[in-house]
Every structure is written in structure tokens, then in C-alpha cells.
Antibody, heavy 121, light 107 residues
Framework: EVQLVQSGAEVKKPGESLRISCKGSGYSFYTYWISWVRQMPGKGLEWMGSIDPSDSYTNYSPSFQGHVIISTDKSISTAYLQWSSLKASDSAMYYC??????????????WGQGTLVTVSS | DIQMTQSPSSLSASVGDRVTITCRASQSISNYLNWYQQKPGKAPNLLIYTASSLQSGVPSRFSGSGSGTDFTLTISSLQPEDFATYYCQQRYSTPETFGPGTKVEIK
């Protein structure tokens, strides 16, 4: 059974750093891209960026480029989303999602359960 | 960026109703359009990919159509478990973008 299991909820202060994780199981982790999607409270879905675990190639949405880093450790089938300096506006639910390729058309076929990040002083 | 719009933003319907949700892209995206369902407190779930292909395990009452800029998601006979928010997503170009969502509520 394919599963993406994300790390637990986080409460942080503005300016702090954070790394959240997404562990894949039930499939060959390095053959599927992992993306991160943000959902702010009561709002819609926003694609942040994607990574190819086979070679760690990444692409980012311009809206998130330079503010977050997406990485992966394929030896433990885990992808990460990290911030070096959080802002209150980073408070949101973050989902990881899998797709077969970053080529045109491929959808997100499996999703993690989400990680709630709260940034408050 | 390609902008995605959905209509209506919300609707009220009864069990057994036929429901249609529309998604429009700001430019042609061929058929690179996916549909997701999201229930409160849960992750999204893929329903339809490349405009009209039904994802494995998704009930056949869900169907999708369209190409170019205009797309529709149809639920042929609404069931209690279908009350949720539905999002379209374009995968034609980066950054990929989602529609704002359509909330389907119980009448």
C-alpha cells in the first residue's frame, strides 16, 4: 500500500527555522516526484515546488522560490520542506503529494495527511 | 501564470441530484486538467486526470470533460459522501495552479 506519512504539527515563533518531513512507503521512492502544497486556513491549494528524488532536481513556484527549500534523502525515502526564518504568514497546512513525473499532465495520485504549521509570537 | 476559475463557488444539492462544476483556464491548457475532492480536515483526493480519465477506485458517478479552456466535473447522482470541496488543477505549465474550489453542501 502506497503511503506518504508526514511529521507532526509544529508551533514556532517568527524568525525560527523549521523542517517538516514526508516519508514514502509501499513504492519505489526514487521513481516518483514529490511536491509540496500549501493550504492556508480556510483557503485553497497552492503548489510550492517539486523534487525528483532520483537526483534531487527541484523546481519551485516563483511565489515560494527563495523562501523555502525542498530536499530529499532517498536512503530513507523521505522528502523535506524547510524554512530558515518563519513568518506568521507561513501558518498553514502543508501537504506532500506524489506524482509519476514532472512532465506535463501528471497528477498528484497520493497525498500525505498534512502537517499543520503555526507561527505565532 | 495560468489563472484558474471555478463556478459556482458553492452549491447546495440533495442526495440523488446531478451536479456540474465548471473550471475555466485563462489560456488553453489542452487536456492537462485534474480534479480533486477534499473533505474537511482531510488531504485532497484525485478524482479525474487529463480532463476525463477516472482515477482507479473512484466511483463511476464522477466524470470529467472538456479541453482547451473550459472543463466540467459532473457527479451523476450525488451521494452523502460526496459533500466536499472540489478543486481543478492545471498541469500544462509551471507554476501549476489550482482553481479556488467549489464547495458542495447539503440542501
Amino acid at each position: 500500500e502506497v503511503q506518504l506519512v508526514q511529521s507532526g504539527a509544529e508551533v514556532k515563533k517568527p524568525g525560527e527555522s523549521l523542517r517538516i518531513s514526508c516519508k514514502g512507503s509501499g513504492y519505489s521512492f526514487y521513481t516518483y516526484w514529490i511536491s509540496w502544497v500549501r493550504q492556508m486556513p480556510g483557503k485553497g491549494l497552492e503548489w510550492m515546488g517539486s523534487i525528483d528524488p532520483s537526483d534531487s532536481y527541484t523546481n519551485y513556484s516563483p511565489s515560494f522560490q527563495g523562501h523555502v527549500i525542498i530536499s530529499t534523502d532517498k536512503s530513507i525515502s523521505t522528502a523535506y520542506l524547510q524554512w530558515s526564518s518563519l513568518k506568521a504568514s507561513d501558518s498553514a497546512m502543508y501537504y506532500c503529494a506524489r506524482r509519476a513525473s514532472d512532465s506535463t499532465g501528471y497528477p498528484f495520485d497520493y497525498w500525505g495527511q498534512g502537517t499543520l504549521v503555526t507561527v505565532s509570537s | 501564470d495560468i489563472q484558474m476559475t471555478q463556478s459556482p463557488s458553492s452549491l447546495s444539492a440533495s442526495v440523488g441530484d446531478r451536479v456540474t462544476i465548471t473550471c475555466r483556464a485563462s489560456q488553453s491548457i489542452s487536456n492537462y486538467l485534474n480534479w480533486y475532492q477534499q473533505k474537511p480536515g482531510k488531504a485532497p483526493n484525485l478524482l479525474i486526470y487529463t480532463a476525463s480519465s477516472l482515477q482507479s477506485g473512484v466511483p463511476s458517478r464522477f466524470s470529467g470533460s472538456g479541453s482547451g479552456t473550459d472543463f466540467t466535473l459532473t457527479i451523476s447522482s450525488l451521494q452523502p459522501e460526496d459533500f466536499a470541496t472540489y478543486y481543478c488543477q492545471q498541469r500544462y505549465s509551471t507554476p501549476e495552479t489550482f482553481g479556488p474550489g467549489t464547495k458542495v453542501e447539503i440542501k
